[in-house]
């Protein structure tokens, strides 16, 4: 094959159609010039939001800006998005149509990309016709996920909550119920405390009581009070021990029922705005200059190939 030949020809039939081709060239600009317009493709406006996962828990081998990305793609988050700012009817889309839903999520997923940068961060890119919706789909978008996480985890916090309130309540009627018996062995056996109580009984038969006592000892009160012991004495220890091992139980479960409900009641951030989002000034799409230099060099090109087969049949 000569290509020195072939180039020649190739020069030759550029040189000899350089009108014609400079011709279609100018008229594919114009056309993709009015076709790029506004008149034919809506312009875009691009709103953008970069966001740091805070307070989430870790489960398994997600880390935070994993369950963040999750949450940023959930049907739960979207649905609230789309609710909010009626974009059913910003899209133009017929709620009560057969494939409505399946219309609004290509429409949301084709205008709405979310991305993981390297910092471990959300990035949220948001295209719409109208730069004011951009932004507050945008900022949309960064609330109901606060939103939802938020109503996830006081889910959690008030399981939690219930299961601690359940074992303090529990505690609570069991600590009350042995001081009640307690006070009753108090009130109608007289009994006190067990070891200096029998000590008594013991100096008080033995007669062992120093100075004036020794003399003046109530032995009816000392008999009665002996045969109290002997009768509830052992039922006296066992609650008194069973009231201070509560008394620790109800202690231990009080303090997690304050922290357990303060968990449940205090106000908390789950990100944290690295770029605020801004409604934007300058469209992104389309790229008119893209797409006029791909409409000529393709218009020039696709012309210069039919020129060439065309030259080719006619040699044969």
């Known amino acids: 094959m000569d290509f020195k030949h072939e180039n020649h020809n190739l020069f030759s039939l550029v040189i000899d159609n350089y009108k014609l081709l400079l011709l279609v060239g100018i008229i594919a600009g114009i056309l993709s010039v009015v076709f790029s317009s506004e008149i034919f493709i809506a312009p875009k406006y691009k709103s953008v939001a970069i966001i740091y996962p805070s307070n989430l828990s870790e489960y398994s081998d997600e880390s935070p800006i994993e369950q963040m990305m999750q949450w940023l793609e959930s049907r739960k988050i979207k649905d609230r998005v789309i609710k909010e700012n009626d974009l059913y009817t910003h899209y133009e889309i017929e709620e009560e149509d057969e494939f409505s839903s399946y219309d609004i999520w290509e429409e949301y997923n084709e205008n709405v990309t979310v991305s ?7 990035e949220i890119k948001v295209l719409d016709i109208d730069p004011e919706k951009a932004y507050q789909i945008t900022k949309s978008i960064v609330k109901h996920f606060s939103g939802v996480v938020k109503e996830v985890h006081q889910k959690r916090a008030k399981e939690v909550l219930k299961s601690v309130e359940k074992e303090f309540e529990w505690v609570k009627n069991k600590l009350d119920s042995v001081s009640y018996k307690l006070k009753a062995l ?5 009994i006190i405390n067990y ?12 007669k062992t009581f120093d100075g004036a006592n020794s003399s003046s000892v109530n032995a009816k009160a000392i008999l009665n009070l002996k045969n109290n012991l002997e009768e509830k004495g052992g039922e006296f220890i066992t ?14 479960w009080e303090k997690e029922y304050l922290k357990s ?32 230099l791909f409409s000529t060099f393709g218009a020039v090109t696709f012309t210069f190939v039919v020129l060439l087969f065309s030259t080719q049949l006619k040699s044969e």
């Open 116 to 122: 993981e940068t390297r910092y471990e961060s959300a």
């Open 186 to 190: 108090r009130t109608d056996y007289s």
């Open 195 to 206: 070891e200096s109580q029998s000590d008594h009984v013991s100096r008080g038969f033995l």
């Open 239 to 252: 609650l008194e021990k069973r009231f201070y091992h509560l008394l620790e139980d109800y202690n231990y």
């Open 261 to 292: 409900k303060r968990i449940l009641e205090r106000e908390i951030t789950y990100t944290n705005m690295v770029s605020e989002p801004l409604v934007p000034v300058k469209k992104v799409y389309p790229v008119r200059w893209i797409i006029v």
